[in-house]
């Protein structure tokens, strides 16, 4: 299976990567840095690495990177810093997602290809109407205009839901929701579920980086997975225990 990634040098993009090139998946990853991202991993033969960034790719390259594969999975997000957060551009992930999509219409698949996005619990899925407290969506609303980033996730994830839909013949969908990010060095145990189960804001959980790549690795090669979790919004909480 051929799967483009996108986000890829990031830190959870990294272990997405790991995770599928241990499956023995063919890997396409968009990076602005190439060479050391291919020393990371030992210039494995499955992995093709594809210098530049996914905003600037010209839309005729970005349509060839898509040909071919069966899943495209997005681990983008801004940086944790002044410029990242309030600088430009503000619909990084919003907008590479509307190009991917685009460029996977054009290549006129011959069966649909899942599309991976990596979100925030602290987003929530309103085909569901998930409960959300007074207190909470009164923080959610400051944070939405306080911190561009979270508008930018909550637009990506609508536009998967909504543009895209349940019916869409190219494009399958899955926004996977991990609450607060951790690291940990090996896979443990992780729970998923439909919604949030505690508060993103009050009663937060954690979730590792690690253990996210795995779940998005599994949606994309598990068949039986992905008929589970196509169309939702899983939210990944860590569980103490290994797996």
């Given at each position: 299976?051929a799967?483009?990634?996108?986000?890829?040098?990031g830190?959870?993009?990294?272990?997405?990567?790991e995770?599928?090139?241990?499956?023995?998946?063919?890997?396409?990853?968009?990076?602005?840095?190439?060479?050391?991202?291919?020393?990371?991993?030992?210039?494995?033969?499955?992995?093709?690495?594809?210098?530049?960034?996914?905003?600037?790719?010209?839309?005729?390259?970005?349509?060839?990177?898509?040909?071919?594969?069966?899943?495209?999975?997005?681990?983008?997000?801004?940086?944790?810093s002044?410029?990242?957060?309030?600088?430009?551009?503000?619909?990084?992930?919003?907008?590479?997602?509307?190009?991917?999509?685009?460029?996977?219409?054009?290549?006129?698949?011959?069966?649909p290809?899942?599309?991976?996005?990596?979100?925030?619990?602290?987003?929530?899925?309103?085909?569901?109407?998930?409960?959300?407290?007074?207190?909470?969506?009164?923080?959610?609303?400051?944070?939405?205009?306080?911190v561009?980033?979270?508008?930018?996730?909550?637009?990506?994830?609508?536009?998967?839901?909504?543009?895209?839909?349940?019916?869409?013949?190219?494009?399958?969908?899955?926004v996977?929701?991990?609450?607060?990010?951790i690291?940990?060095?090996?896979?443990?145990?992780?729970?998923?579920?439909?919604?949030?189960?505690?508060?993103?804001?009050?009663?937060a959980?954690?979730?590792?980086?690690?253990?996210?790549?795995?779940?998005?690795?599994?949606?994309?090669?598990?068949?039986?997975g992905?008929?589970?979790?196509?169309?939702?919004?899983?939210?990944?909480?860590?569980?103490?225990?290994?797996?």
């Open positions: 299976m799967i483009l990634v996108v986000g890829a040098s830190a959870t993009g990294r272990l997405l990567v995770q599928l090139l241990s499956r023995g998946q063919q890997v396409r990853a968009i990076v602005r840095a190439p060479e050391p991202f291919r020393r990371l991993f030992e210039n494995n033969e499955n992995l093709s690495v594809i210098p530049g960034s996914i905003l600037e790719l010209s839309d005729g390259e970005l349509a060839r990177h898509v040909d071919g594969c069966e899943a495209v999975a997005s681990c983008l997000g801004h940086s944790l002044l410029k990242g957060i309030y600088g430009e551009p503000r619909r990084l992930v919003t907008d590479a997602v509307n190009r991917l999509c685009t460029a996977i219409g054009e290549s006129q698949p011959a069966r290809v899942k599309f991976v996005l990596m979100n925030t619990t602290g987003n929530r899925n309103r085909d569901l109407s998930e409960p959300i407290s007074w207190a909470q969506k009164v923080v959610v609303g400051l944070i939405r205009l306080l561009p980033p979270h508008l930018d996730n909550e637009r990506a994830a609508d536009f998967l839901r909504t543009r895209i839909g349940h019916g869409d013949g190219l494009i399958e969908w899955a996977v929701r991990p609450d607060t990010l690291d940990e060095s090996v896979v443990t145990e992780y729970a998923v579920h439909p919604s949030p189960t505690r508060s993103a804001i009050f009663d959980g954690k979730t590792s980086r690690i253990n996210v790549a795995h779940f998005m690795a599994d949606l994309i090669t598990d068949n039986g992905w008929l589970k979790w196509k169309g939702r919004m899983p939210v990944v909480y860590n569980v103490d225990g290994p797996l």
